[in-house]
């Protein structure tokens, strides 16, 4: 029989009790918890805490090249609330609460972020070339959420820094979940 979940904010997963305690898969302390994207998916192996669960998703984290110089067109204001309004009017004002997979309109792939309530907080595409695009409503961001979807991308697809083109605060995210310099 399965426990109780919880949507953890602003890590985007659900957190399930295991009835039975075993041993983390990190540190082999009794673990009872286990952790979903979703809220109806398979679980993972037993942890004894987020912290674990994060140390072992972000190793599976793929993070290779070398960030480019910022390009002087790109500035930390470039991305207005109205661009983040036109983003909202793309998807369901409501769905499942923490992180989904979608396509869309150009068969990009895309991860939404809900909270708890299911509204729509922020969202990453990843082109066919593998550049990413993180949007974050402006009234959420400085809360994890763009680090949440970041390593939710880098556990299903390799990010090659190479590729991207970054803004200031694309660079601090990056240091932030990579900062081990990539070889």
Not at 88 to 103: D, L, N
Not at 127 to 144: A, C, F, I, W, Y
Request: some cysteine; glycine content about 8%.
């Amino acid at each position: 029989m399965m426990g109780s979940r919880r949507l953890i904010v602003p890590a985007g997963v659900w957190e399930h009790d295991l009835p039975v305690a075993q041993p983390c898969t990190v540190c082999g302390e009794p673990g009872q918890l286990a952790y979903t994207t979703n809220e109806h998916d398979e679980l993972t192996a037993p942890f004894c805490s987020l912290r674990h669960w994060a140390k072992a998703a972000d190793d599976r984290v793929e993070i290779t090249g070398e960030m480019k110089p910022i390009s002087p067109y790109t500035q930390e204001a470039a991305f207005q609330d109205h661009q983040w309004n036109a983003i909202c009017k793309r998807w369901p004002e409501r769905g499942a609460k923490g992180i989904s997979q979608t396509k869309n309109a150009e068969g990009h792939d895309v991860l939404l972020y809900r909270d708890e309530r299911g509204r729509l907080l922020a969202a990453l595409s990843r082109t066919q070339e593998g550049r990413l695009n993180v949007m974050v409503d402006p009234d959420h961001r400085g809360k994890g959420i763009g680090r949440a979807l970041v390593r939710a991308a880098g556990r299903q697809w390799p990010i090659d820094l190479s590729v991207q083109t970054m803004t200031p605060a694309g660079i601090r995210l990056v240091n932030h979940i990579n900062p081990r310099k990539p070889s």
